[in-house]
């Protein structure tokens, strides 16, 4: 038995072991993001209620408001991992639902194991920037599943879109990322027509055999049909027939292009962002260079989600996902052009090759080894507590839940996920990440206070607000210090807090 796992694991089979150990370490993280904590806090109340939120709890700006919470299935999910498990909880579910989403991106994909690889390494660098403790994780999962079954029934002819209206139920229940799901129908419907027009056009010296098969007519039909009833059943959720045009609802809130990086269009400077620019040139040299006539629909999908990652960097990842597979099967094409692919390995002996297989298998077991020990970290409450303390106003709510000072809270956009987790229901506060509940008039009034704009005590008053929680350094807390009825009552490296001091 051993040595039939020796004879198993050759070279092949390390690099696709390595690549996934080291995609899962490369997931596992801490959860950074600020939104994660009022998913959690929305999760925890659904589940101690026993009812979906679809009003507002965890504000004072907008309490009781009618609130599109579409995404309570997968706050639920969060919560309990991090009620059960910790940090350690959200950690290892970022990890696997990144490694099942590249697994079924790396069946997609053509070429040799190491071809394959490396792209789908550069497909993860370019999609690390989306792998957050969020619900669009679940996006960038289903993603890859609609993708793999319009590939299954492309490529192989195997007819599983059957499931596709089941996977929007669920994904409208998850997340908005549901429209993502849609893209791909369309790219793929439009992909298609243009196959079938461009073969009507061709030259008949340049149609070729044995390259990307077209979907005939009734296929097209079928997916249109699917797609449509898909969209019927979105439906099937707490909000109903609003999640037929949330999508786009989010998407016009002006202040999430203006001020809101996810939705901003890239910037790249920095490193980070630049896989996006590696893959996106490799995918284009790659057609030029395969000599294999681009095919309508990886034509349509690529064109389509880098213009959409261009007008925002959370779309990243699904062109991560969607670029790769067209990339090797250009690559695969190309390589077997120049005679690389049709190098044969030496044959070894029974012998040697159980060598072989112990020297792979103790590799991967250091490989594995490794990734523990990067992943240890990142899981520890301890090492994400003093995270927080370095980033995040955790002393600064510690301070107030001693104090309690009375009235209604103001605080900036990107702490109000964390301090709903930390202060509610004892405090509300001002504005948090659900953009969508805020509306854009008053997420410009929010702006107005931040940026200490003529009229911003105005606005404070009308709310209420007695208890001001900023950055240190802020042109906020430079006004208050300077116009006098306020007194700074806390201060640390990362927040101060002010009290008013004067009556209204």
């Known amino acids: 038995m051993i040595r039939r796992w020796l004879l198993w694991l050759d070279p092949r089979r390390l690099a696709v072991a390595i690549l996934f150990v080291g995609l899962f370490a490369m997931a596992v993280r801490a959860p950074a993001d600020t939104d994660t904590w009022w998913h959690l806090q929305a999760g925890r109340a659904t589940l101690e209620s026993g009812h979906i939120l679809q009003t507002d709890l965890f504000s004072h700006t907008r309490y009781g408001s009618a609130w599109v919470n579409h995404s309570w299935l997968s706050q639920v ?21 990144v490694v099942a989403t ?63 209206p089941l996977i929007f139920v669920l994904w409208v229940n998850l997340h908005a990322g549901y429209a993502l799901g849609f893209m791909l129908l369309v790219a793929f419907v439009g992909g ?29 039909g079928l997916v249109i049909g699917v797609a449509v009833l898909s969209a019927l059943l979105l439906v099937v959720n707490p909000n109903t027939t609003r999640m037929w045009t949330y999508y786009l609802e989010t998407v016009r809130i002006g202040v999430l292009q203006d001020f809101i990086q996810e939705w901003q269009s890239p910037d790249f400077h920095p490193l980070y962002t630049q896989p996006f620019i590696w893959l996106l040139l490799a995918t284009m040299a790659a057609m030029g260079l395969s000599g294999r006539r681009v095919d309508g629909t990886d034509l349509a999908m690529v064109g389509g989600f880098a213009y959409a990652a261009l007008l925002a960097g959370r779309n990243f990842g699904p062109f991560a996902l969607v670029t ?43 490989i594995v080894a490794l990734a523990v020990a990067k992943i240890r970290l990142p899981l520890s409450p301890a090492f994400n507590e003093q995270k927080q303390q370095e980033t995040l106003p955790a002393g600064a709510a510690a301070w107030i839940r001693q104090h309690r000072p009375a009235g209604e809270m103001y605080n900036p956009y990107n702490w109000g996920g964390y301090l709903v987790w930390t202060l509610w229901p004892d405090y509300r506060v001002f504005v948090d990440g659900r953009t969508d509940l805020y509306g854009d008039a008053f997420l410009r009034q929010y702006l107005d206070v931040q940026l200490a704009r003529p009229g911003f005590e105005m606005v404070l008053t009308d709310y209420d607000v007695n208890l001001i929680l900023t950055y240190p350094d802020d042109i906020l807390s430079a006004q208050l210090a300077c116009r006098g009825g306020w007194e700074e009552v806390y201060r640390d490296a990362v927040a101060v807090v002010w009290t008013r001091t004067e009556e209204r």
């Open 77 to 97: 999910i969060l919560y309990w991992l991090f009620d059960h498990f910790s940090y350690a909880g959200l950690g290892l579910w970022m990890g696997a639902v």
């Open 102 to 164: 590249f697994a079924l991106v790396y069946l997609q994909m053509e070429g040799d194991p190491f071809t394959r690889a490396f792209i789908l390494v550069l497909a993860a660098a370019t999609s690390a920037v989306v792998w957050i403790a969020r619900p669009q994780l679940l996006s960038f999962l289903l993603t890859a599943v609609v993708a793999y079954l319009l590939y299954l029934f492309k490529w192989r002819r195997v007819n599983r879109l059957w499931l596709l």
């Open 192 to 220: 298609e027509v243009l196959n079938h027009l461009l073969a009507l056009v061709a030259p008949s010296h340049l149609k070729r055999e044995g390259e990307d098969p077209a979907v005939d007519w009734r296929g097209i």
């Open 324 to 366: 790769a597979p067209v990339l090797s099967r250009h690559v695969a094409t190309m390589l077997a052009r120049w005679g690389w692919s049709a190098r044969r390995r030496p044959r070894l002996d029974l012998r040697a090759r159980t060598v072989l297989g112990a020297v792979n298998l103790w590799l991967l077991a250091l």
